[in-house]
């Protein structure tokens, strides 16, 4: 592993002679006028910023917008600010090993890639810049249902295991389908959402989307995984979308199991009932999500309904969550309170629009040596020994 900043600089292509990109088209790294600054980037939120710079306001509104007022979007930040830690000094942290595992696969660190779609508004390669990027930094990746790239062509360039995201579309022929195309891509487990049977009032990206309309008279292609979808006319009912399933259940989330043979996830679980439905139905994890706050305004932030939901499950399956994490303290805070792994979202995109796969992989080793970090300041040397006691109490 690289050492000095310099060396991690050169490892991830920041000051070697690598293609930056720029709104929707390459242009070499001597004339990129971001280059420095990419180069300078420490934290989530440099690259929040850089990527700013390079994306256009319709992209730029798509991924950082959120539902109604976007308040659980703030929430999900405040709420990891108001956790404060309770260090433990004199503790021998020369070796610190932030190794879990998933499923029966060891991963060096506990933070996955969330799944999210059209990675292609935000670089030209999309999703393959992505997969490209996360593999660098060894991590594992969910792809969307609605990735702007097909699961084959990622597959072929993905070094590390890919997750598969699956919307529950309005055609269960389709919908299998994609899933066993997942599977026989390679993807080693499927996490169906479930907090999407309608869309939020997400008025930034209607407003760019209506902006977007206004300018082109092409209608907006199918993403690659939805080819061959027939679209109904209409639907009944303004809130509803032509592509996803609003009518889906357990009974839809147990007819996938019965099909499926990599383990099945639901993403989007904020109520300990659920969660607890879930043991019983025998469902193999759970991601704590609430999609970043794009659907259902004022939820709690994720980290907040966690400890319910840990206690609830009680060790009987995966807990994974997203929704706010910006650092390696949240890291340290959500595996406290009953956290397996965490995702995430906009900073993997932040990394993908300033400087590609080299971003995306920068900003996965930035968050995870923040955890390295977090965890030698709070005397804690494995994820085994976080726990509640981490927190400051009272
Ligand atoms: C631009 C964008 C697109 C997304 N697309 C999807 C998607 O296709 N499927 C899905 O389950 N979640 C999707 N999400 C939600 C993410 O998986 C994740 O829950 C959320 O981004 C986590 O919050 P964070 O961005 O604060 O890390 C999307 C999020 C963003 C920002």
């Known amino acids: 592993m690289p050492t000095t900043r310099r060396e991690v600089l050169l490892s991830t292509g920041a000051l070697a002679g690598t293609s930056l990109l720029t709104g929707r088209e390459a242009v070499s790294q001597q004339s990129d006028p971001l280059e420095e600054e990419v180069a300078a980037a420490l934290n989530v939120w440099d690259f929040k910023k850089i990527a700013q710079q390079r994306l256009d306001q319709a992209s730029w509104d798509f ?10 979007m703030r929430w999900n930040r405040e709420a990891y600010d108001r956790i404060r830690l309770e260090p433990n000094v004199l503790v021998d942290v020369s070796g610190i090993d932030t190794r879990t595992r998933l499923f029966g696969q060891e991963i060096p660190f506990p933070i996955l890639v969330s799944p999210s779609g059209g990675h292609s508004r935000s670089h030209p390669d999309g999703e393959l810049a992505t997969a490209r990027g996360a593999g660098q930094a060894q991590a594992i990746m969910a792809v969307s249902t609605l990735s702007s790239k097909p699961i084959e062509e990622l597959a072929r360039v993905a070094t590390q295991s890919l997750w598969f995201q699956l919307y529950m579309i309005r055609d269960r022929g389709l919908t299998r389908e994609i899933v066993e195309r997942a599977e026989a891509a390679g993807c080693k487990a499927i996490c169906i959402t479930v907090d999407t049977p309608v869309t939020g009032a997400r008025n930034r990206e209607q407003r760019a989307g209506r902006r977007r309309r206004q300018g082109s008279q092409t209608p907006r292609a199918l993403p690659p995984h939805l080819t061959g979808y027939k679209r109904p006319e209409s639907v009944e009912g303004a809130i509803f979308s032509t592509t996803l399933d609003p009518s889906i259940t357990w009974k839809e989330i147990n007819w996938v199991r019965s099909f499926a043979r990599v383990p099945v996830l639901i993403k989007g679980v904020l109520n300990p009932a659920d969660a607890q439905r879930a043991v019983q139905e025998g469902i193999s994890g759970i991601i704590v999500s609430n999609h970043g706050g794009r659907n259902l305004d004022t939820v709690p932030a994720t980290i907040d309904a966690l400890p319910r939901i840990a206690d609830q499950v009680a060790g009987r399956f995966p807990i994974l969550i997203d929704s706010g994490i910006r650092r ?10 009953g956290a397996n792994a965490v995702m995430i979202g906009r900073p993997t995109l932040y990394g993908l629009a300033s400087a590609g796969p080299e971003g995306v992989s920068r900003v996965i080793e930035i968050l995870r040596h923040e955890l390295e970090m977090a965890m030698a300041l709070t005397g804690r040397t494995s994820l085994s020994q976080i726990d509640r006691s981490v927190l400051w109490q009272g």
């Open 63 to 72: 991924i950082t917008g959120a539902a109604g007022d976007e308040i659980s």
């Open 328 to 337: 390696g303290t949240d890291i340290l805070k959500a595996v406290a309170l």
